[in-house]
């Protein structure tokens, strides 16, 4: 789709426009790419994305720096370089100071010098944030089936015309 190619092109024109100075932009169009990727999205290697989940699980970092590493998916690491690609929909969250935090935080948690390279685009893998919408979603759910399946509690709400409100999975 033109219009959509249009758009990706738009977001990479929105992050070089936001960069500082001259000196930072030739970093910044090394740095922050948008990626082609198939109608339905980027898809990331299973194992690199068990390695992403657990590498955000660890990162020393906070907000916005957090929000993208949660949002992103890793394309590929051969260390120094390690390359991610951050949802399109979360594309305004990204700028050089940022992928510098977030690349400063992969460094010290790999204890090793990262070249963090990181792109926008649909992405059809389950980035970390999603992957934790759905496991407690399935928390939830196996909690609630668990209360509706307990002769107990079922034998109580029947004897004493109750109904179950809320249901909050440890």
Known sequence: DAQESR???DVYKRQLESVPSASTAETSVASIESVQAAPEGFVADAQLLTQWYEWVEQINVTGVAKMIAEHAVLKSLQLPSV?????DQHDTLL???QRLA???ALAELLDEQVELVVSTAPIASETPNGRKA???LERQSDAEAALQQDST???LLS???GQI???RPR
């Not at 390359?83 to 949802?87: A, F, G, R, T």
């Open 159 to 161: 004897e004493f015309g």
């Open 134 to 136: 759905r496991l407690q």
């Open 83 to 87: 390359e991610l690609v951050l949802s």
């Open 7 to 9: 758009g990706l092109g």
């Open 153 to 155: 509690v079922q034998s």
């Open 165 to 167: 409100e809320a249901v």
């Open 102 to 104: 977030l690349g400063r």
């Open 95 to 97: 700028n050089e100071a």
